[in-house]
């Protein structure tokens, strides 16, 4: 499974968007990124996934760079509960017998 | 639809005790996977199973047990515990390979 690097730390003012970028380089091609966040104590929540488009659900948007190389992960209007660490994760789509890597993950600060 | 279910939430045991955790996955998904968190590693995988067999195995010793029963239960089991075994123990459940991740609220596991 590919390596991802995320920023340690990030903050962001409650009702702007909090974008949260993550480094894939060694993506192959059929590896999918993958992003969770995890609330403190409690465990990590799926919030999107995307191959090579961009991917837009209830919660967020994912940005993937033509090359496939690194991602953004868009909250569009953060709120105090979207405070939490954020992982992005790159992994095959199928056969993956459950294991995910996580890294140490970006934590967003949303502030008031 | 509920989610998954981990007991008991919060346990603590002395240094060369066992002890057993429990994981209930979401009705209809046949993956359980184990993972362990600390301030330190983060997130580990240690185990997953599906249909009761285990499918693939981090890197832990053989004190770090598991199975999985034809409901799609599962339990792991650490022997001889010792005190950096103390962790968060969460489990995830999916309906298979294609699918993501639901993780339950984890077992916070103090030894002493």
């Known amino acids: 499974d590919a390596k991802t690097t995320q920023p340690p730390s990030m903050d962001c003012a409650e009702g702007r968007a909090a974008n949260l970028p993550c480094n894939h380089s060694?993506?192959?091609?059929?590896?999918?990124v993958y992003w969770y966040r995890q609330i403190h104590s409690q465990g990590p929540q799926y919030i999107i996934h995307?191959?090579?488009n961009n991917e837009t659900n209830e919660m967020a948007s994912l940005i993937i760079t033509e090359d496939r190389k690194s991602s953004t992960l868009i909250l569009p209007h953060a709120t105090l509960r979207d405070t939490a660490v954020y992982y992005c994760?790159?992994?095959?789509?199928?056969?993956?017998?459950?294991?995910?890597?996580f890294g140490q993950g970006t934590t967003l600060q949303v502030k008031p | 639809k509920a989610g998954v279910t981990q007991t008991p939430r919060y346990l603590i045991k002395t240094r060369g005790q066992q002890v057993t955790l429990s994981c209930s996955p979401i009705?209809?998904?046949?993956?359980v996977s184990w993972y362990q968190q600390t301030p330190g590693q983060g997130l580990q995988f240690l185990f997953e199973?599906?249909?009761?067999?285990?499918?693939n195995k981090g890197n832990f010793p053989g004190r770090f047990s598991g199975r999985q029963f034809s409901n799609s239960r599962s339990e792991m089991n650490v022997s001889t515990l010792e005190l950096g075994d103390s962790a968060l123990y969460l489990c995830?459940?999916?309906?298979?390979?294609?699918?993501?991740?639901?993780f339950g609220s984890g077992t916070r596991l103090t030894v002493v």
């Open positions: 995830a459940s999916s309906l298979g390979d294609r699918d993501d991740y639901t």
């Open positions: 060694t993506i192959s091609g059929n590896e999918y």
């Open positions: 995307g191959l090579k």
């Open positions: 994760i790159v992994r095959v789509a199928t056969g993956n017998t459950g294991k995910l890597i």
């Open positions: 009705s209809g998904h046949r993956s």
């Open positions: 199973y599906f249909s009761e067999t285990q499918r």
